[in-house]
């Protein structure tokens, strides 16, 4: 089969490979909806995971189902369905300890484009198809569920991260398309005022449609000192990360009031380490939590999400500024995610028939 991947650290490209063998918990996917992530700009460029080798690119994906394991009871072939980012080993003791993202060790969860070929190849492989699968539902459009396979659940991972209550003040840093769903879901979660920062005016434009009350443009000054500034002095009661680099987490300390969460969901894709303010973080005392997590996977996650979707309660369109059709163009849509132009939120690519 066909694939774009990772060929080494700086080097991507197309690949011919054998396909995916299944077990008789698996299935193998036909992808009919795809989409590039900056997780796959940080993985080849950057090398944040390390080398790989001749790796199958991807972890966003709506597909069909090609084949299915002996032992999967509710997936065949023809089935349309939503494929997480994260597909947890379900019998795994992390995932009965509540952490199935990192089943099989810390990260394990994501195998996509990690530890195994990922989504942008002819077919792909799906571990424990049962526990990672959800159905499609006749009545969403396969381009705007693709966003439910990684920034829909990102995104709001970060607003349960931060456990935000109702009538919060909440800063969102970055409002790329896990931000904004950040911002989204810090709204349904019962947020009073959110602050989201960022420039580019098509995310700003949607951060507002999905719930901002304030944009703080960082080229403006400090993120902590205009939002000190919004907040007569106070900070703020919540922070989600998503975005921006290491630095950033000494902004959000400053930003945040004592008794504060910070929810990072920001894949740091390289540096050793990050700074903490010690004065601002209360000499180690100032009851400011940081707490970072890869997103929940699997097929409970995605169904609730694609409820919210088809309830009207949650509309992803707004996400989705650049549609491509035909396989061959996984290419040109990971090189925009790369380049990253102004009018940029989220490139799909449609598998035509």
């Keep these: 089969m066909k694939g ?45 995971l390390g080398e790989r080798h001749d790796m199958i690119l991807g972890h966003e994906a709506v597909g069909e189902v090609v084949e299915t394991g002996a032992l999967v009871k509710d997936f065949r072939k023809g089935d349309r369905v939503i494929v997480p980012a994260i597909t947890p080993d379900w019998n795994a003791l992390e995932s009965q300890g509540g952490y199935a993202m990192h089943s099989g060790g810390m990260l394990a969860g994501w195998k996509f484009s990690n530890f195994k070929d990922g989504v942008f190849g002819e077919v792909f492989h799906v571990n424990d198809a049962d526990g990672n699968l959800a159905r499609l539902p006749d009545r969403l459009d396969p381009a705007a569920a693709c966003m439910l396979s990684d920034m829909v659940p990102t995104g709001f ?9 109702f009538g ?23 947020a009073a005022r959110i602050l989201a920062v960022g420039s580019r005016p098509a995310c700003v434009s949607a951060a507002k449609a999905y719930g901002a009350t304030d944009i703080i443009n960082y080229k403006d000054g400090p993120i902590c000192e205009q939002t000190l500034q919004l907040t007569g002095g106070r900070g703020v009661d919540r922070v989600i990360v998503a975005g921006g680099g290491n630095e950033t987490f000494a902004a959000a300390v400053k930003a945040i009031r004592p008794g504060g969460i ?88 449609l598998i035509d028939n």
């Design 157 to 165: 991972h970060g607003a349960e991260l931060a456990d935000i209550q």
């Design 262 to 349: 910070i929810g990072n969901v920001n894949y740091l894709g390289e540096g050793e380490s990050i700074s903490i303010p010690r004065a601002e973080w209360g000499c180690g005392m100032g009851h400011k939590t940081l707490a970072g997590g890869l997103m929940p996977g699997g097929r409970l996650r995605m169904e609730k999400l694609a409820a919210l979707m088809e309830t009207g309660r949650l509309d992803t369109a707004p996400l989705i500024t650049h549609v491509f059709h035909g396989f061959e163009k996984i290419e040109k849509a990971l090189m925009l995610m790369k380049e990253k132009p102004a009018d940029l939120i989220k490139p799909v690519v």
């Design 168 to 190: 919060d003040t909440v800063l969102v840093i970055g409002i790329g398309p896990v931000g904004l769903m950040a911002v989204a879901g810090a709204a349904l979660r019962g």
């Design 4 to 48: 774009f991947a990772m060929l080494g650290i700086g080097k991507a490209g197309w690949i011919e490979k054998a396909p995916p063998a299944i077990g008789p918990l698996d299935a193998l996917v036909r992808p009919i909806a795809i989409a590039p992530c900056t997780s796959d700009i940080h993985t080849v460029w950057e090398g944040a």
